[in-house]
């Protein structure tokens, strides 16, 4: 079986789990979220543990037995603590700006960009060239960083871009006469 799929999720303090069906709903001091698990996948709850079992032993249903382990992992570590992720801008001019559920982006564009925040998403920006994308749902927070690095992906010549704080660029040479 799985290794992750073998390893059973403690629920942190703070976080209850409610199960009806094959449907488990997580809530949190950072919200609540739900995940309706496949068919060829159990689980059970005892304490403050959950463990996950495939109904069938064929490598389908093993591996699936994973993949819900995780998405319910990431559920309950985004009610309880939440997940974020950080975005630098590098570039003469570059700028980001919060206003109430918009992101205003000056990145060397003609026309600013105006990015509507969706729902259950929260967007700081400690200074005008950092921008941190926080949020219970680690894929909504993953794919709103994405979008926004879409705008002005690094480039790597001079690196100016938008890019994740803990991404590498790695710098090529420029052409020679």
Known sequence: M???????????SGVSVNVDGQTISAKG?????SLT?????TFEQSDNVLTFKP???DQGSIAMTGTMRSLVNNIVVGVGSGFEKRLNLVGVGYRAQAQG???NLSLGFSHPINYAVPEGITIETPSQTEIV???CDKQKVGQVSAEIRAFRPPEPYKGKGVKYSDEHI???????K
């Open 133 to 135: 994308v926080s949020g």
């Open 2 to 12: 799985s290794r992750i799929a073998k390893k059973p999720i403690e629920l942190p």
């Open 101 to 103: 559920r918009t992101l």
């Open 37 to 41: 698990l496949h068919d060829s996948v």
């Open 170 to 176: 790695v710098r090529k040479e420029a052409k020679k």
């Open 55 to 57: 109904v069938t032993q």
């Open 29 to 33: 001091p950072k919200g609540e979220l």
